[in-house]
């Protein structure tokens, strides 16, 4: 055997240089091909303004803290089982088979500063609009609730929700990940080719 020579595999791996980057983009490609085949995904968002009223907040609760606790209970109005359970009442209405269905995992709730969004996504464009339409109108019914039986803080102030449009063009959240990931494992594939290649050329007795 002989000794490993670092420098030798780094000049080695450069002459391949073209044959990594091939190996890279291959990968990519197959990466890219492969988000693209799953089916289709629309994204309909709805968007709340949850303010402080500054005037009316006690001066024990200034702090930056309870200001994040309160604006919490937004999060809290799109999720508690009361409005979970409209929502999926909702979904059977419209036709979505929701017995083995995860709402949550088609979901997302974002925060923007003051503003709040509510993203869900589905396989039908239509259905995705009316149940963010639905499903935002019984989470600002359920925030007005809230205000009114004391369990969010009175200095907390709810605006209506826009209501979302149909959406048009399908969204791919994976695709960066898996392009990456597939360069990634090409490029991979592509050095372990020439590293046996290179073993190879080196085990044949010469002429």
């Known amino acids: 055997m002989q000794e490993f020579d670092p420098v030798e595999h780094f000049f080695h791996y450069v002459h391949m240089w073209w044959l990594l980057l091939a190996a890279a983009l291959l990968g990519g490609?197959?990466?890219?091909?492969?988000?693209?085949s799953h089916p289709q995904v629309y994204e309909a968002v709805s968007t709340y303004l949850a303010e402080i009223d500054v005037e009316k907040v006690p001066v024990e609760e200034l702090d930056l803290y309870y200001s994040d606790m309160a604006l919490g209970t937004t999060q809290w109005a799109f999720t508690n089982e009361e409005v979970i359970s409209a929502v999926y009442a909702e979904a059977a209405r419209l036709g979505v088979d929701t017995a083995e269905w995860d709402i949550l995992a088609n979901t997302s709730i974002e925060r923007r500063h003051a503003?709040?969004?509510?993203?869900?996504?589905?396989?039908?464009?239509?259905?995705?609009?009316?149940?963010?339409?639905?499903?935002s109108q019984q989470g600002y019914q359920f925030m007005l609730q809230m205000l009114a039986d004391g369990s969010a803080p009175g200095y907390v102030q709810f605006s209506p929700p826009s209501l979302s449009q149909k959406p048009s063009q399908p969204v791919y959240f994976a695709t960066h990940k898996l392009v990456a990931a597939g360069s990634l494992i090409g490029w991979l594939v592509g050095m372990l080719f020439v590293e046996v290649t290179r073993m190879y050329r080196r085990s044949r007795p010469k002429p």
Do not use: M, N
């Open 115 to 135: 503003f709040w969004e509510l993203r869900f996504r589905h396989t039908d464009p239509a259905v995705a609009q009316e149940l963010i339409k639905f499903w």
């Open 29 to 36: 490609l197959v990466g890219y091909l492969f988000s693209r």
